[in-house]
């Protein structure tokens, strides 16, 4: 039997069926705990997108997608009202990691690390602009913003010291993000697996 | 006796897709309308399984290799769903993952089931009403779910399935959770549920022997032994590691025998044995 | 998120006006006030919304939550204003120097009108925030024609979310038992997670599992299912989403105008 040569055709069907229903929330949920539990240890990464992977991971990139997306109107609505923005971003993330699953780049640790690059890049470049017309091109983040700083203050053009500032943030935390997803992936137990891609 | 008045399991065997030994294997049993089935069997024996198929859960929702014929009361699980779904309430082991995950009181969560039928709100408010103190969850109808015990969260299961007044009710293992008390109520309660057709898994083998009409025992995936409480418990093979009744035990410490040979399996034919042995 | 009294709201019985305004015509006001505040650069005006969105506030209710988004909002604003302050491309004139350093005007002016703008919409959001339930926006979004599943998508988490984080401490609980020393360096720290992460992920989504099989069972998808009707009664609805939705339209217009007339 065939077991690994799922996606490939049908990467981009998505029907909202009652897994994808309840798939999505948790998704949301995991997002939150992870982000909870790095701020707790002071971790120096967001983890925040952890649910997003694993939701692209197991339904694909649209309910990854949507995941990110209902992530964020959720916690700016109720928490951080700017995160909402931000919501862009995380429909990238979704988009990314569903496609780079389902084109084989999470099966080993080598190419996980290239699919953590390639998101980490599609991720700064949708947060770059909002970073400049949300914050002058900041982060927040003290360490990313002082690099921020020093490139502007030697008159590196804004776009690039923005860019530079969310990409050293970004590839920090997608490393870890889809090194942990991939773990936690390859300890699903099959049966989980196969109910939420939903094959009948 | 008529087609629609029985529950026929007919070589019944189910595997899961992607696992390598089947679930249930050649499972046939029968009960009929009206009766409360008990399910007993160690864990990992395939009840959970037969739950699930009696519900329909298999092939319909889990996708799974479904071999032989499943009938329960003129209805085919597998080939008639969602119409089947209308009839049962199901109670599955893990009771938090049943609550809808958009309700905001217990009261709003019972009523959920009803509004899917799109019952009017004052048939709603009686019949939650009167399913709450069923239970024992009236105080509780305004608090949220998730604020409470385990126990109160199966005793809201148990509510959110027999409040659409289901025909069939399948329950796995409803009182996992529940302290003694809440257990003694539960079986209590249902012995004198009216004209429901029962499956119930349990490991509370004493009160399945005074309240089902049929146990049947699930040994690795096979069923090896069905009939009444009585008759299950006096041939059941000692090899299957199953526990037997409380009264059994001490009838069988004490050699009380019924008039009919048998050893007793619950406390009135305990005494009964007990008078006619004096 | 895991503050109980978000879910069940205002007390039954005790309306306030702001239990008139129904959530759509909030959430159209965050826009409207967001869209107005980058429509203009003229600090007055920010000034008057950031004082528009306080009275706001003042007049529903203060949370903490607000008052964290506040904080941490205006210490980044702070940064912003010394970052832009020292080193803005287009600053020109020093406006005032602390210890010989020269703070230039047309950098301070730029953070201040890009800090005024996130200030009106945490107000306007955090007025949202206090005065809407999230069992009210569950109703109200079905009551307005979204189908059972958008909404259970969109607003689950919030009802699932205790649930989730009571897992996770009993989770902690248990490895705390077991005795798991405090991590010092980054990479023994993320290794600390995944004890805590893979299990409850894996709880999360089996726990998924099993409600997507109930739902099911319960007859989610019906198509008779009928939404109970909220208990808040709201005023002028139509009206409003007319009027703020009008609004909108015309500042993005204007904004665009003023760009195109700009390349011009």
């Known amino acids: 039997m065939k077991t690994e040569s799922i996606h490939r055709t049908s990467m981009w069907k998505f029907k909202l069926s009652a897994a994808t229903m309840t798939l999505i929330p948790a998704a949301v949920g995991i997002n939150y705990v992870a982000k909870a539990l790095a701020e707790g240890l002071k971790l120096p990464v967001w983890l925040g997108s952890l649910g997003t992977f694993l939701a692209s991971m197991l339904a694909g990139p649209v309910a990854g997608a949507i995941s990110g997306f209902i992530n964020n109107v959720i916690y700016g609505l109720t928490l951080s009202p700017i995160s909402t923005v931000y919501a862009i971003t995380s429909i990238g993330i979704g988009i990314a990691v569903g496609i780079l699953h389902a084109k084989g780049w999470f099966s080993s640790a080598k190419r996980v690390f290239v699919s953590a690059i ?41 776009w690039l010291a923005s860019f530079t500032d969310e990409f050293v943030l970004d590839i920090l935390d997608k490393v870890c993000v889809a090194y942990l997803a991939f773990f936690i992936y390859r300890q699903l137990p099959q049966r989980m697996i196969r109910f939420f891609r939903d094959d009948k | 006796m008529d087609e629609d008045k029985r529950i026929t399991l007919d070589n019944l065997s189910v595997r899961y897709r992607g696992a390598e030994d089947a679930q249930l294997k050649n499972v046939s049993a029968t009960a009929s309308i009206g009766q409360i089935v008990g399910i007993i069997g160690n864990s990992h024996t395939g009840k959970s399984t037969l739950c699930r198929v009696l519900a329909g859960v298999i092939p319909n929702i889990i996708s799974a290799e479904i071999t032989g014929s499943c009938e329960v009361l003129g209805h085919s699980p597998v080939h008639e769903w969602p119409n089947f779904n209308s009839l049962t309430g199901v109670v599955l082991q893990n009771p938090a993952g049943q609550l809808s995950g958009l309700a905001d009181t217990v009261a709003d969560e019972m009523a959920f089931d009803l509004i899917n039928q799109g019952i009017s709100e004052d048939v709603i408010n009686k019949r939650v009403a009167n399913v709450a103190a069923q239970m024992g969850l009236t105080d509780q109808l305004v608090q949220t779910p998730e604020s409470l015990s385990g126990g109160q969260m199966q005793r809201l299961a148990i509510a959110t399935a027999i409040v659409t007044q289901p025909t069939i009710l399948i329950m796995d293992d409803p009182t996992s959770e529940m302290d003694p008390l809440g257990r003694q109520q539960f079986f209590h309660w249902l012995a004198n549920v009216q004209s429901t057709t029962v499956f119930i898994v349990s490991s509370e083998i004493d009160d399945l022997s005074e309240i089902a009409d049929r146990i049947w025992v699930m040994d690795d995936g096979q069923l090896v032994e069905q009939g009444t409480p009585q008759a299950v418990f006096n041939y059941l093979d000692a090899d299957r590691q199953i526990p037997k009744p409380t009264a059994y035990q001490l009838a069988a410490g004490m050699n009380w025998h019924l008039s009919n040979g048998a050893l007793p399996v619950t406390p009135s034919e305990l005494k009964e044995a007990y008078d006619g042995k004096n | 998120m895991t503050d109980q009294s978000m879910l069940s709201g205002n007390p039954a019985g005790k309306s306030r006006w702001f239990n008139a305004i129904d959530p759509i015509s909030k959430l159209l006001l965050i826009l409207d006030m967001a869209l107005l505040s980058f429509a203009s650069t003229n600090l007055l005006l920010e000034a008057g919304l950031i004082t528009g969105g306080l009275l706001l506030l003042l007049f529903s209710k203060v949370s903490s939550t607000t008052v964290k988004a506040l904080g941490f909002s205006l210490f980044l604003i702070f940064t912003m204003l010394v970052i832009q302050g020292l080193f803005y491309s287009k600053n020109q004139t020093v406006w005032f120097s602390i210890i010989g350093i020269n703070f230039y005007k047309e950098g301070l002016i730029y953070a201040t009108t890009l800090g005024s703008r996130v200030l009106v919409i945490i107000l306007a959001s955090g007025f949202f925030m206090v005065t809407t339930s999230i069992s009210e926006n569950a109703k ?20 699932i979310l205790p649930e989730i984080m009571g897992n996770m401490r009993k989770i902690q609980q248990a490895q705390r038992v077991r005795g798991v020393n405090p991590q010092k360096t980054v990479i023994q720290k993320l290794k600390s997670v995944l004890p805590v992460l893979i299990p409850l992920v894996i709880k ?6 099993t409600r997507s099989i109930s739902l099911q069972l319960r007859g989610f998808d019906n198509p008779n299912r009928k939404a109970l009707k909220s208990t808040n009664r709201y005023r002028l609805v139509s009206g409003l989403h007319i009027g703020l939705t009008f609004a909108a339209i015309i500042l993005i217009g204007w904004k665009l105008w003023t760009k195109i007339s700009g390349l011009l």
């Open chain 1, 118 to 158: 390639i998101i980490a890049i599609v991720s700064a470049v949708i947060s770059t602009p909002l970073n400049v017309i949300f914050w002058g091109g900041q982060t927040g983040i003290a360490w990313g913003d002082s690099l921020f700083a020093v490139m502007v203050a030697n008159h590196a053009p804004v």
């Open chain 3, 140 to 159: 109200y979004l079905e009551q307005s024609g979204l189908s059972y599943k958008t909404v259970y998508v969109l607003m689950s988490v919030c009802y």
């Open chain 3, 204 to 209: 999360t989504l089996d726990q998924s599992m």
